[in-house]
């Protein structure tokens, strides 16, 4: 806007003698050729009262592409073609807690009974666990939430682990928990906060912890977790008829990562969108966000089961990039991108240059978490788009 006024400066200087009109033409003409590079975050009045939109944020990225135009318009009336803008929103975005809380722990008959579990007893990964809460639990009501404990195999060992599956929307989701020793150096003397607050404040710092060990997470990642409160047992989760007794109860508690913590979710993602002014008209970047579905994991499967056939039937099967690197089955950086550059060959065989992607997909670091790559076709080939 200064550079608006320096213009208006110098038309006054050069054009004093003509009628205000012409001067206001002069300005005009040249308002047309203004070009450049803003950045703006969305206000809660831009929502509501320039939009009309009941709360302050949108419900997909489709309807922020369609609606932010107005706004630029209006914040940037003198911007003009060649002109970019970076726009910062919020959007909607719900993760499921629970309603209704089961506990169990697997019974050596119900290793034996399972036939991924009978010969050794224990769970190979996390994903396996999901089949068997199918067979167990085949009228589970929505957001029924087991807190389960199982033996899970690590690679060296298997250990007694307790974690969450949520069953939502028609599927089970895993919902990482915490160990004793992690609740231990938390501060707990057992495995178990006293308060919700408590475990607000303190299960970022074990996120963060765990980052230590494991690669860094994604901007807007979002963690669910299930921790534990020491609570009058009400409901009679043991089933023995005593609701004066003291159990743990489950409860989950999500979590997104801001770039450098973890802080608690509360539905919303602060997002950004890039927009073009073509043609006169703002327009949204081309930018592609495409999340994996169970039959694209097969895909990578076919596609690198001679290249990398351990990593290739690991991928098939589990529906996960195992990213343990001291696992047979690593999908190291490069291996990633190669095969994020096939698949994207197979997904828009017929995408121009300089098309972009956000793909998002599964990895497992010890669990199952999910991350984002952005790639842009250069030269024929998908590349990462830093």
Same mark, same amino acid.
């Given at each position: 806007?200064?550079?608006? =006024?320096?213009?208006? #400066?110098?038309?006054?200087?050069?054009?004093?003698?003509?009628?205000?009109?012409?001067?206001?033409?002069?300005?005009?003409?040249?308002?047309?050729?203004?070009?450049?590079?803003?950045?703006?975050?969305?206000?809660?009045?831009?929502?509501?009262? +320039?939009?009309?939109?009941?709360?302050?944020?949108?419900?997909?990225?489709?309807?922020?592409?369609?609606? $932010?135009? $107005?706004?630029?318009?209006?914040?940037?009336? *003198?911007?003009?073609?060649?002109?970019?803008?970076?726009?910062?929103?919020?959007?909607?975005?719900?993760?499921? %807690?629970?309603? !209704?809380?089961?506990? =169990? %722990?697997?019974?050596?008959?119900?290793?034996?009974?399972?036939?991924?579990?009978?010969?050794?007893?224990?769970?190979?990964?996390?994903?396996?666990?999901?089949?068997?809460?199918?067979?167990?639990?085949?009228?589970?009501?929505?957001?029924?939430?087991?807190?389960? %404990?199982?033996?899970?195999?690590?690679?060296?060992?298997?250990?007694?682990?307790?974690?969450?599956?949520?069953?939502?929307?028609?599927?089970?989701?895993? $919902?990482?928990?915490?160990?004793?020793?992690?609740?231990?150096? #938390?501060?707990?003397?057992?495995?178990?906060? !006293? @308060?919700? &607050?408590?475990?607000?404040?303190?299960?970022?710092?074990?996120?963060?912890?765990?980052?230590?060990? /494991?690669?860094?997470?994604?901007?807007?990642?979002?963690?669910?977790?299930?921790?534990?409160?020491?609570?009058?047992?009400?409901?009679?989760?043991?089933?023995?008829?005593?609701?004066?007794?003291?159990?743990?109860?489950?409860? $989950?508690?999500?979590?997104?990562?801001?770039?450098?913590?973890?802080?608690? =979710?509360?539905?919303?993602? @602060?997002?950004?969108?890039?927009?073009?002014?073509?043609?006169?008209?703002?327009?949204?970047?081309?930018?592609?966000?495409?999340?994996?579905?169970?039959?694209?994991?097969?895909?990578?499967?076919?596609?690198?089961? &001679?290249?990398?056939?351990?990593?290739?039937?690991?991928?098939?099967?589990?529906?996960?990039?195992?990213?343990? @690197?001291?696992?047979?089955?690593?999908? @190291?950086?490069?291996?990633?991108?190669?095969?994020?550059?096939?698949?994207?060959? /197979?997904?828009?065989?017929?995408?121009?240059?300089?098309?972009?992607?956000?793909? +998002?997909? #599964?990895?497992? %670091?010890?669990?199952? *978490?999910?991350?984002?790559?952005?790639?842009?076709?250069?030269?024929? &080939?998908?590349?990462?788009?830093?």
């Amino acid at each position: 806007m200064k550079n608006l =006024y320096y213009l208006l #400066a110098l038309l006054l200087s050069i054009t004093a003698c003509n009628p205000v009109d012409e001067i206001y033409d002069e300005l005009e003409a040249a308002e047309a050729d203004v070009n450049g590079v803003v950045e703006y975050t969305l206000e809660e009045d831009d929502y509501t009262e +320039t939009l009309g939109l009941r709360f302050p944020n949108f419900g997909s990225i489709e309807e922020a592409g369609q609606l $932010i135009p $107005i706004i630029l318009d209006s914040v940037y009336p *003198i911007l003009g073609e060649g002109s970019t803008a970076f726009v910062g929103y919020d959007r909607f975005f719900r993760k499921s %807690t629970e309603d !209704s809380l089961v506990v =169990y %722990t697997v019974t050596n008959d119900d290793y034996e009974n399972y036939p991924a579990t009978a010969r050794f007893r224990n769970f190979s990964n996390n994903e396996d666990v999901i089949p068997f809460l199918e067979e167990k639990y085949p009228n589970a009501v929505n957001r029924m939430l087991v807190s389960l %404990t199982y033996k899970l195999y690590n690679g060296r060992f298997a250990e007694t682990v307790n974690n969450g599956f949520l069953y939502s929307g028609g599927e089970w989701s895993f $919902i990482t928990g915490f160990t004793e020793d992690e609740y231990n150096e #938390a501060g707990e003397v057992f495995a178990n906060f !006293s @308060s919700e &607050d408590e475990a607000e404040f303190k299960i970022p710092r074990m996120l963060k912890r765990r980052d230590e060990f /494991q690669e860094e997470p994604m901007v807007n990642t979002i963690v669910q977790t299930m921790y534990k409160l020491y609570l009058r047992d009400e409901s009679d989760l043991d089933g023995d008829d005593n609701t004066s007794e003291r159990l743990d109860y489950s409860f $989950i508690k999500n979590f997104v990562y801001n770039g450098e913590n973890w802080v608690e =979710y509360n539905n919303i993602l @602060s997002e950004t969108l890039q927009f073009g002014y073509e043609d006169g008209v703002w327009v949204p970047d081309n930018t592609i966000n495409y999340t994996f579905e169970r039959e694209d994991y097969n895909t990578v499967s076919s596609l690198f089961i &001679d290249t990398y056939p351990g990593p290739a039937d690991n991928v098939g099967f589990f529906g996960s990039f195992d990213r343990r @690197s001291a696992s047979s089955n690593y999908w @190291s950086d490069d291996m990633l991108l190669e095969a994020m550059d096939a698949f994207l060959d /197979q997904l828009d065989p017929n995408a121009e240059e300089e098309q972009k992607y956000v793909l +998002t997909f #599964a990895v497992y %670091t010890g669990s199952t *978490i999910t991350v984002s790559y952005r790639l842009i076709k250069s030269n024929g &080939d998908w590349v990462l788009n830093q």
